[in-house]
C-alpha cells in the first residue's frame, strides 16, 4: 500500500518549517546533558521521568493524533496501515542498542 503523493508533499512542507525549532532544541539536550557535541544516538536518553507507565495502544493513538494536523491523508493512511500490519513497531528488539 502506497500512500498518495498529495498527502506527503504537505507533510514534508511542515517538518522543514520546524527545523530551526528542532535544530535548538538538539542544542538545549545537548547543554542539558552536559555533551561536547550531539551524535544520533543522544537523542535518545531520557531528560525526564515519568511518574506512570505508557501502554503501546496508547502511543500508538498519541502517534497518529500527533501526525494529523501535517497531513490528514497522511494520518488514515497510517491508520489503515498500522491495523493491516502492525505498523508502528515498539518492541525492543534483540539486535537494538538504545531504548525506543
Known amino acids: 500500500m502506497t500512500c ?3 498527502s506527503i508533499a504537505p507533510w514534508f512542507a511542515e ?9 535548538r532544541y ?6 542539558l546533558l552536559k555533551l561536547p557535541d550531539m551524535a544520533y544516538y543522544d537523542i535518545y536518553p531520557p531528560l525526564v521521568s ?3 507507565k505508557v501502554t503501546i ?3 500508538r493513538a498519541v502517534v497518529l493524533e500527533a501526525v494529523k494536523p501535517l497531513a ?8 489503515r496501515r498500522r491495523r493491516a500490519n ?7 528488539r534483540a539486535s537494538a542498542r538504545a531504548p525506543i
Do not use: Y
Open 15 to 23: 517538518t522543514n518549517k520546524g527545523l530551526p525549532e528542532l535544530h
Open 26 to 31: 538538539f542544542e538545549l539536550r545537548r547543554r
Open 86 to 92: 502492525g505498523w508502528i513497531r515498539c518492541r525492543v
Open 57 to 59: 495502544p496508547e502511543m
Open 72 to 79: 490528514p491523508i497522511m494520518s488514515r493512511c497510517w491508520a
Open 50 to 52: 515519568l511518574d506512570r
Open 4 to 6: 498518495p503523493r498529495r
